[in-house]
């Protein structure tokens, strides 16, 4: 039996009726024929008069999806409706493990160690139970990738989920103002649909940012839409990058960059949370970001809002990206390529010298995805 819709997505849902009609040619009829008309899609959320086609509440277009998929075994790229479901799943999701969040701060941290510094907390693995339970239950048969809990579900499925229960352990942990819950979905391997709410202020004074984006409408940041800013020169921009927790070529190499572009630009930031230094550059409140050896949860989310922003992702020698790649840069359109000049360089000799620069760990069924998107 199909899913009774939660109540966050019918709101949610009553948002995007409200938008499609905006939208339409009805905005060019009289003013009070749109009040009629506005009147209707309040008054029913999934029948909004004999004019507009009938629209579906996103669990229902997802069921849909699904089952289409799984009579036919194939599968074309997915509609427009589907991925505006997907967007509004993905941030009652990245919600859902922000409230598990939430409900920590400020209190004593049950902390463990995945290695001499790499951090995990009760509360990461208590929010990524959190996500992956919305998730499983609304699509049970897509594939899911969690930092914490690996892959599991449908490792043949197109849909993969990348799920950061929380982006910024560390800073979490110490009560660091930097650190978000990060979610998306990729289709074939290309991001489509995202959302991150971003934990800033601090004890005492915490507050929240929350981005979505889906492929091809934009990205938003609380409702506001989102636009990379216009900086073309390096002097004039303000940088972010971060250091994995391996003290090896790649991040001496990085250290190498961090102090290059710290002497020619306004600054570099270190903040020590990936999605969250990714949806910066979408806000404009930051010019570019690069990084080694992220995770494909560490930035599946970020990158789209990057792109649905108007900036441009590459891996840091300017190829093709997925976020199954181990180096990533990101940036205005205008400065993409000047900040390529320093990165490229030290991204071929670390490639030349033998250090594993390629893909990460690719499920089985993804490869064919992954090589497809990165030629």
Known sequence: MMSRLSENLRHSYASVGLRAL???????????????????????LYSIGPRLQRR????????RRSQQVAMTGRSTAPP???????????LQAAKTG???????????????????TDLVTDTDRASEDAILKVL???????????????????????????????????????GYPSFGVSVAVLHKAVPVAAAVVEFAGGPTAWVTRTYSASQGAGAQCNGKELKVTNTTDVTQS???????????EAWSANMELFKELTDVSRGVRRLGAAAVDLCHVALGIT???????LK????????????????????????PYTVFHRTTLAATPGLHARLLESTKPKTEALVNSGYPLGTWYVPDAYKQYVQTASS
Not at 22 to 38: A, I, V
Not at 296 to 316: I, K, N, R, S
Request: aromatic residues 10%; contains cysteine.
């Open 22 to 44: 905006c939208n339409t040619s009805y905005m060019r009829r009289p003013l009070d024929k749109f009040r009629q008309l506005r009147h209707l899609a309040v008054c029913d």
């Open 238 to 248: 303000l940088l972010v990058t971060g250091f994995g927790y391996e003290h090896d």
């Open 56 to 63: 579906e509440p996103p669990v229902q277009i997802i069921s």
């Open 296 to 319: 494909p949860w560490d930035c599946a989310a970020g990158v789209l809002m990057v792109q649905e922003a108007g900036g441009v992702v590459t891996t840091m020698d300017g190829n």
């Open 136 to 174: 499983q239950k609304e699509v049970p048969d897509h594939g899911f990738l969690g930092e914490e809990g690996g892959v599991s579900g449908n490792t043949d499925s197109e849909y993969l989920w990348c799920i950061d229960p929380i982006d910024g352990t560390t800073n979490f942990a110490a």
């Open 98 to 116: 922000a409230e598990v969040v939430q409900e920590a701060l400020d209190k004593p941290r049950n902390i463990h160690f995945k290695g001499v």
């Open 287 to 293: 010019d570019g970001f690069w990084e080694y050896r």
């Open 80 to 90: 427009t409706e589907y991925i505006a479901s997907l967007q509004q799943l993905a």
